[in-house]
């Protein structure tokens, strides 16, 4: 087989023999001068295929526009070409666009596309009227000189433009063909690499969140023989003890990683899309996923998405069938479940109905005794203290008004200022609450208050009673609030 040594044509070699000395000029002088022409010849044949490119470019988005101009100004649809072409030039002076060839200044109309078009209609028309201006034409003629002196005017460079496209691309075509004559350093690149690059490492188990119990205290109580004398003297209360290990280990919840989450929304059934998923994401057969997939669906199936929560239940059977399996499960169940097994398929697909099922049984238990639960939790009420009692809300329309005045019998002895300081606190205590509590104060009922009331925690409902009494709002006789939760 004969071997081919074309390519070492392209590498430019030079030796001592090439250049020819001058008895005047030493030769390390003229090998330098050599090696710096080489160079410089290179990066201005480099410059100038650049810019013949950049100059390629702007021309032919330029030439789609002219020829768009030419096709109006010839097109019989036109009314009046003369007409269209001199808005065309007020447009483009009035309203220019940024758009520039790149390295341009859009700030500068010249360096714009819609500059340039500019410039050549301007041009154009000049020269269309110089041409009618002559004497010897007749002024019933002069619109129609006009208009074909436009389009002879634009159809030159159109023309002119084509053609000096097709010089720039047939001159770039011949540097760039004299610029591959010789490899330099720039044509240099790797061919192939043997550097090894290890795999990422697969996590043992799924990320978990911690749920926080409420830790238990047991006291130590001691009897005594003689109470009353234990009680008049001091004794310090008993410590509460500690849990023990096990109690003070928080519960984990297994939570899903990308991975799982795009695991779980594969279709029911896809086994073998399955199979190249796990090849694809080792990380989803690790500790946990199972779990964390089940967690998901019992909240997919408590949201309503009843086809998602499948999906998870499905998924997860998958990897618990394959945990079961040994080592090599995931290669034997699928292996199964993609020939499609008649004693493995109708098993699996019978317990991931009974699993569905089940677990669609525990969201309703668990969402029935949620509100069993919000039904008779504690609330806080506002109760007349006796059946001649009212409560009602002095609701404030605004902040208090700039110029505020008092009459009345005691006026000299009350100070505005500290009025319009309880208005502005009554109206900043009212502005903060919710629109529900808002609306329910404006109305002046108290059962709608209450409604507002029992639907927040006890914390937050009596943080917003105390404010309603200490800004002026809560208006009853002796004020105060009495518990009747259980009553």
């Keep these: 087989m004969p071997l081919n040594y074309s390519k070492w044509d392209q590498l430019e070699l030079s030796d001592d023999s090439d250049i020819e000395g001058h008895p005047n000029v030493d030769k390390k002088s003229l090998i330098r001068w050599k090696q710096r022409d080489i160079h410089e010849k290179r990066e201005q044949r480099k410059a100038k295929i650049a810019h013949l490119h950049a100059q390629i470019d702007c021309n032919k988005v330029i030439q789609v526009r002219i020829n768009d101009i030419h096709a109006t100004l010839t097109s019989p649809s036109t009314a009046s070409p003369t007409a269209y072409f001199n808005s065309l030039a007020e447009q483009l002076e009035k309203n220019p666009s940024k758009d520039c060839p790149p390295?341009?200044?859009p700030s500068k109309l010249e360096h714009t596309y819609d500059g340039m078009i500019l410039s050549l209609l301007t041009q154009v028309s000049a020269q269309a009227k110089d041409k009618v201006k002559d004497a010897s034409v007749l002024e019933s003629e002069r619109s129609e000189k006009l208009v074909k002196a436009l389009v002879d005017g634009i159809t030159f460079h159109k023309e002119k433009l084509a053609e000096t496209i097709a010089a720039d691309?047939?001159?770039?075509?011949?540097?760039?063909?004299?610029?591959?004559k010789h490899i330099t350093s720039e044509d240099m690149h790797d061919g192939f690499s043997t550097h090894y690059v290890p795999p990422k490492d697969t996590p043992k188990s799924v990320p978990t969140t911690k749920i926080e119990k409420p830790k238990k205290q047991i006291i130590t109580e001691f009897e005594t023989l003689n109470p009353e004398a234990s009680a008049s003297t001091s004794s310090a209360p008993a410590q509460p003890q500690g849990e023990d290990d096990e109690d003070e280990d928080d519960n984990e919840m297994p939570e899903l990683t990308p991975s799982l989450e795009a695991f779980s929304k594969l279709p029911l059934g896809g086994y073998e899309q399955s199979f190249r998923f796990i090849q694809a994401h080792p990380d989803v057969v690790v500790d946990g996923a199972a779990d964390?997939?089940?967690?998901?669906?019992?909240?997919?199936?408590?949201?309503?998405?009843?086809?998602?929560?499948?999906?998870?239940?499905?998924?997860?059977?998958?990897?618990?069938y394959c945990e079961k399996l040994g080592r090599d499960g995931v290669r034997i169940f699928f292996s199964?479940?993609?020939?499609?097994?008649?004693?493995?398929?109708?098993?699996?697909?019978?317990?991931?109905?009974k699993t569905y099922n089940h677990l669609k049984e525990r969201v309703r238990v668990t969402q029935e005794e949620e509100r069993a639960s919000a039904e008779g939790k504690e609330q806080i009420q506002l109760v007349p203290e006796s059946a001649d009692q009212t409560i009602s809300f002095n609701v404030p329309d605004g902040p208090p008004p700039e110029e505020l005045v008092y009459e009345g019998p005691d006026?000299?002895?009350?100070?505005?200022?500290?009025?319009?300081?309880?208005?502005?606190?009554?109206?900043?205590?009212?502005?903060?609450?919710?629109?529900?509590?808002?609306?329910?104060?404006?109305?002046?009922?108290?059962?709608k208050v209450n409604v507002v009331l029992g639907e927040m925690d006890v914390p937050t409902a009596e943080d917003v009673v105390a404010k309603l009494d200490m800004a002026g709002i809560l208006n009853f006789a002796s004020g105060g609030i009495r518990d009747e939760t259980g009553q």
């Design 411 to 447: 006026a000299d002895s009350i100070d505005i200022e500290e009025v319009r300081k309880a208005l502005q606190l009554r109206w900043d205590v009212f502005d903060s609450f919710p629109k529900n509590l808002q609306e329910a104060l404006k109305s002046n009922s108290l059962d």
């Design 336 to 353: 199964k479940m993609i020939s499609g097994d008649k004693r493995a398929v109708p098993v699996f697909v019978e317990d991931l109905t």
């Design 169 to 180: 691309i047939k001159e770039v075509e011949a540097e760039e063909k004299e610029q591959k």
């Design 103 to 105: 390295g341009n200044d």
């Design 292 to 320: 964390a997939l089940l967690i998901a669906g019992f909240r997919a199936e408590g949201d309503g998405k009843s086809k998602y929560a499948k999906q998870c239940v499905h998924q997860s059977l998958l990897l618990q």
